[in-house]
């Protein structure tokens, strides 16, 4: 079980579970699967991640010391929430209760599969 990125979003109505594979609008998300695929995995990594889009206006600018990059605030409810989601998961998952799960987008799908064959004829 894996807690995907909560900055610079507000709606807690937004909170999905997916394969980590299957998320979308998480920018931690994204930076996850691409070290991951390098490692040779693809799937069967529950992740708990939000749909709402990146609120811009959330970027906390750094003066650039501490070698510390510039990060988007969270609001203080939401990683309790994204927890809260978390514990549910594996309580279901222990329990063998039934956990739906987001699918993965049809276009996604199609945008990898597209890039498998790209890759492929690279090699």
């Known amino acids: 079980m894996s807690s995907m ?3 610079g979003k507000l709606d807690p109505t937004k909170i999905r579970t997916a394969d980590l594979f ?3 609008e998480c920018y931690l998300a ?11 995995i693809s799937s069967g990594i529950n ?5 709402e889009k990146m609120i ?10 501490n070698f510390k990059k510039s ?10 929430a ?5 514990a549910s998961v594996v309580i279901r998952d222990l329990l063998s209760y039934p956990i739906e799960m ?19 004829r690279k090699s």
């Open 30 to 40: 994204s930076l996850v699967r691409k070290r991951l695929r390098k490692l040779g």
């Open 71 to 80: 990060a988007y605030g969270t609001i203080s409810y939401l990683p309790a």
């Open 102 to 120: 987001e699918k993965k987008l049809k276009a996604l799908t199609l945008r990898e599969n597209k890039q498998k064959k790209v890759n492929s």
């Open 56 to 65: 811009d206006e959330s970027l906390m600018l750094t003066d650039g010391s």
């Open 82 to 86: 994204f927890g809260g989601a978390c």
């Open 5 to 7: 990125g909560a900055g």
């Open 47 to 51: 992740a708990v991640y939000s749909t």
């Open 22 to 24: 299957a998320t979308r």
